[in-house]
């Protein structure tokens, strides 16, 4: 029963959630190309969109979480010892909060295109 646990927490990891509304077309260098390939052909049965975005959501994902810590000047809060916790004044704030944004843009312009189906499927 392994495969299928593995199969499950794969589907649970990467098989959730919305996709865009249009697909993103981008060059890449030769060499990663060709990695690609080997991918592909290692793993004949995988579409080769569904490898492409495996990848590149497990890049972001490791991305984001190594975003460095940079102390800021400003103490949030103090840990059960008592030591002081001072703000992140890098990236991460930043980002998280772009992250929001734009998840919210997102679920908006779904909603917006789902609203449209509906009324397409309405009319016929």
Do not use: C
């Not at 991918?39 to 049965?45: A, D, G, I, N």
């Not at 103490?75 to 991460?92: F, K, M, N, R």
């Not at 734009?102 to 189906?117: P, R, V």
């Amino acid at each position: 029963m392994e495969p299928f646990i593995e199969l499950t927490e794969k589907w649970r990891q990467f098989g959730q959630g919305d996709l865009t509304l249009k697909p993103y077309d981008l060059a890449i260098p030769v060499v990663d190309r060709e990695l690609l390939e080997r991918l592909y052909q290692t793993y004949p049965r995988l579409d080769r969109a569904e490898i492409l975005r495996d990848l590149l959501s497990a890049a972001l994902r490791d991305m984001e979480q190594s975003l460095p810590y940079e102390k800021g000047s400003r103490v949030i809060a103090t840990d059960e010892w008592g030591d002081e916790i001072y703000e992140d004044s890098g990236l991460t704030p930043r980002f998280l909060s772009l992250s929001k944004e734009f998840q919210s843009k997102l679920k908006h312009d779904l909603t917006q295109q789902n609203t449209s189906k509906g009324e397409n499927t309405a009319a016929k």
